[in-house]
């Protein structure tokens, strides 16, 4: 959601960590996003090519942890912990600057 002044403004199809276990070089790791109060600290304009997948437009907002967009957006909790949002709707934050550069974000 994006909210503005307490009022939401917009609300978005999102798909979260999956809260399963995954492997990665051998180590165990938690599909989550975890619960907090954040901000909007980098971004790239394009796609990434990150060793989980590919991030369309990520907005980093708590490490690695990212809203960005994905070919695959479905209505459960299924990703390794970044916020899902579709292409679209990806492309309409940027255009919009909805979320830029020291936006809070807040999980929870």
Request: proline fraction near 6%; hydrophobic fraction near 40%; aromatic fraction near 12%.
């Amino acid at each position: 959601m994006l909210v503005d002044d307490g009022q939401i403004t917009q609300v978005f199809n999102t798909s979260t960590g999956s809260n399963e276990y995954y492997e990665q070089e051998g180590e165990t790791h938690l599909a989550d996003t975890p619960a907090g109060k954040f901000t909007v600290g980098r971004q790239i304009d394009g796609w990434r090519h990150a060793p989980l997948g590919l991030l369309w437009r990520p907005k980093y907002f708590n490490g690695g942890i990212a809203v960005h967009g994905a070919n695959s957006v479905p209505p459960y909790a299924a990703s390794h912990g970044c916020a899902r949002v579709s292409i679209a709707a990806m492309n309409w934050l940027w255009k919009n600057d909805a979320i830029p550069l020291k936006t809070k974000v807040w999980v929870y």
